[in-house]
């Protein structure tokens, strides 16, 4: 289906076909880099968008509570229809692989996000805005000093669930023939070739690893106050 | 909007409804599918969750299953069953789905039988009951809200994961997207994809239904009086 021209890879007339193997990530790394840049890029680009969107929308939700109802709901029904659908769906309107992965990735990751940064607006204690509110801090300044930093380890929370689906959920774009690794793992199925799956799906692993543990650093660096009962 | 068009002229002719693999006899396979692998699932993780709740152990386990199978794509298990000898086609799908859906149904359980109010077993124990009497007639149906929101939570999520057949060559919807983007033509993989979206929100509009429907009168008030005072 969706197997690029003059990239198939190269079985050898040896009746071995291990599942690790050195060699083939020797010989076809150029390949491995392309798809392995393809899901790294298409992960960061929908996490900081969605990010970017979700942000001030659960603020907008969080400012107007009248909102967060229908925000909530209707996140809870787009959540229900799968990526792979929002994929099929969306492809033949824009026509585009990578920008219909992009906005599938975004909508879901938004998905996540919303909940969470609004779930940790709204789980701010009372009394610190009531306080904040006393010594005369304005509305925008209660929400840029105190909720905000004060609902970071709910975002954080929120990013890393988002990141790590995400991660996972670019292997889908296969449907459309754009998915990363998922690319290769399918390719490596059609050509029944074990290393070449093995590989990428140690890779997506890898990837979805790596940035869970760097987002948790992150949180932690951002937020040294929830530290002290750890 | 040419491909709009495309999609709403398949969708509208009854031959594409009807025959061996017509949008009926898809939906019916894809729903079998999805159902046997919930029964897979819930065949392992019911047992397991509700041991460890209500010997309130196993917490971690539990999180770490969770987490782990999140960070391991459903492809790529898919495509590593139907490389081995579990066969082409449906098979490796159903198992690979059925595997995806142990977590939610697993933690839920869990933790609907680990936050029953030790009040209630504590007077289950002292009217007499054994353990798995307390068990049976006091934690399970304290804890049945949340069992049933795993099981709803893991058959949607399994009904959208069994489009991937189609590309093992196995059935279900995701037969009419795989072939029309085979074949180029994107008013079919529209349609498809409308039809997969569809069959998920009446699923699970069906389940909510469902699940009210199940839960004692008694039960559903304090859940929604939890849920109330959660938010």
Same mark, same amino acid.
């Given at each position: 289906m969706c197997v690029p021209a003059g990239s198939v890879p190269t079985v050898s007339t040896a009746p071995d076909n291990p599942w690790l193997s050195w060699?083939?990530?020797? #010989?076809?790394?150029?390949? &491995? *880099?392309?798809? @392995?840049?393809?899901? !790294?890029?298409l992960t960061v680009e *929908? &996490? !900081? %968008?969605?990010?970017? &969107? +979700?942000?001030p929308l659960a603020v907008l939700a969080h400012l107007r509570p009248r909102l967060a109802g229908s925000v909530l709901g209707l996140s809870g029904v787009l959540y229900t229809i799968p990526s792979l659908a929002l994929f099929a769906i969306l492809f033949p309107l824009i026509g585009d692989r990578r920008t219909t992965v992009l906005i599938g990735l975004v909508m879901y990751a938004l998905l996540v996000l919303v909940r969470n940064v609004l779930v940790g607006l709204q789980g701010v204690d009372p009394a610190i805005t009531d306080a904040a509110r006393g010594i005369?801090? =304005?509305r925008g300044r209660i929400l840029m000093q105190v909720e905000l930093p004060n609902a970071l380890p709910s975002i954080v929370a929120g990013l890393r669930l988002a990141t790590v689906t995400t991660v996972a959920l670019v292997t889908i774009g296969v449907i459309i023939g754009y998915g990363g690794l998922g690319q290769l793992m399918f390719r490596g199925f059609r050509s029944q070739y074990h290393a070449e799956i093995m590989t990428a799906t140690l890779l997506t692993v890898a990837i979805a690893v790596v940035a869970d543990v760097a987002l948790w650093l992150v949180g932690r660096a951002t937020t040294p106050w929830t530290r002290r009962d750890a | 909007m040419d491909v709009l068009r495309e999609a709403f002229v398949w969708l509208n002719d009854p031959l594409n409804w009807t025959g061996p693999d017509g949008i009926l006899? %898809?939906? +019916?396979?894809?729903?079998?599918? =999805? %159902? !046997? +692998?919930?029964l897979l699932a819930a065949l392992v993780a019911l047992p397991i969750g509700v041991w460890f709740g209500h010997r309130q152990v196993g917490g971690t386990a539990t999180v770490v299953v969770a987490n782990a199978t999140r960070a391991l794509p459903t492809l790529a298990l898919l495509l590593i069953f139907a490389t081995t000898g579990i066969g082409f086609g449906n098979r490796p799908t159903v198992i690979a789905a059925a595997i995806f859906a142990i977590p939610p149904i697993l933690s839920n359980t869990y933790t609907g039988l680990l936050?029953?109010?030790? *009040? +209630?077993?504590?007077?289950? #124990?002292? &009217?007499?009951?054994?353990?798995?009497? =307390? @068990? @049976?007639r006091v934690e399970l149906p304290l804890a049945l809200p949340l069992v049933g929101a795993g099981l709803r939570t893991s058959t949607i999520q399994v009904i959208a994961t069994v489009p991937l057949a189609a590309l093992v060559g196995g059935g279900g919807l995701g037969v009419i997207i795989n072939n029309g983007f085979a074949l180029q033509r994107y008013g079919e993989v529209l349609a498809g994809g409308l039809l997969v979206a569809a069959l998920c929100l009446v699923a699970e509009g069906v389940l909510a239904g469902a699940q009210r429907l199940l839960t004692p009168a008694p039960i559903r008030a304090r859940a929604a009086a939890q849920r109330a005072s959660a938010g």
């Open positions: 060699e083939y990530v020797q #010989r076809n790394w150029p390949d &491995i *880099a392309d798809a @392995l840049g393809q899901h !790294v890029s *929908a &996490i !900081v %968008l969605a990010t970017a &969107i +979700a942000v005369g801090y =304005s | 006899a %898809l939906t +019916a396979e894809h729903l079998t599918m =999805s %159902l !046997v +692998a919930v936050d029953v109010d030790p *009040a +209630a077993r504590d007077a289950a #124990r002292g &009217i007499g009951m054994s353990g798995p009497g =307390s @068990l @049976l």
